[in-house]
């Protein structure tokens, strides 16, 4: 079944990258199939927001059967929070880059605060996972739901090596939320000395 209705080749090389082809959609078809059957024995419904769920639990090996079942690793969880936001949330920096080596967006947003994988990693001040994300081509100048830049998020949070992170990558230090200020302005109205010099030092100064 895997090789029938061949058409007529014109000549053998067509038909060796014809049968090369099918035969490397039947393996991966097989291996959806397999991995399918093995969450279901697991008990585990091949859904979106099962796959969220184990990607919060940090369950690396069941993430990835998902994946080999033909989970798309764009989609998104019931509350419409991007299956990349949900392992930057948890931490989980290993699933981070398994669903980015299978071509997740990095610059995904979320319903609820309409955060990017990279702002998440900033609210959790994770160092290594933001660095993960600007690695692999984040946009640093996105805006949340509230207005808020991920410069001037980390500001917010006072993590000094985030913000010289962002500023050294070229995060734009002159955006402003809805408040009109930016990442400077907050630094200098909170007295967080440590983190002007750091943006005075890379130009983001007002």
Known sequence: AVFSGFKTFATEEKLVR???KRFVDYLEEETKANAKKVLYEKGLPFTP????????KGNQDTCKLFLQAGMDVNDVDS????MLCNAA??????????LLDNG???????????????MDAIW??????????????????LISNDGQSPLILAVGNGNEKICELLAKNGADGKM????????YGYAKLFKKNKIQVIL??????D
């Open 18 to 20: 014809e049968l090369a």
């Open 49 to 56: 927001d099962c796959f969220s769920f184990q990607i919060a």
């Open 79 to 82: 509350a419409g929070t991007p």
């Open 89 to 98: 949330r948890a931490e989980h920096k290993e699933i981070v880059q398994l």
């Open 104 to 118: 997740a967006n990095v610059n995904a947003i979320s319903k609820d605060r309409g955060y990017s994988p990279l």
């Open 124 to 141: 959790r001040e994770n160092v290594e996972i933001a660095e993960i994300f600007i690695k692999a081509g984040a946009d640093l100048n």
């Open 176 to 183: 402003k939320d809805h408040m009109g200020m930016t990442a």
């Open 200 to 205: 005075e030092k890379y130009g983001k100064a």
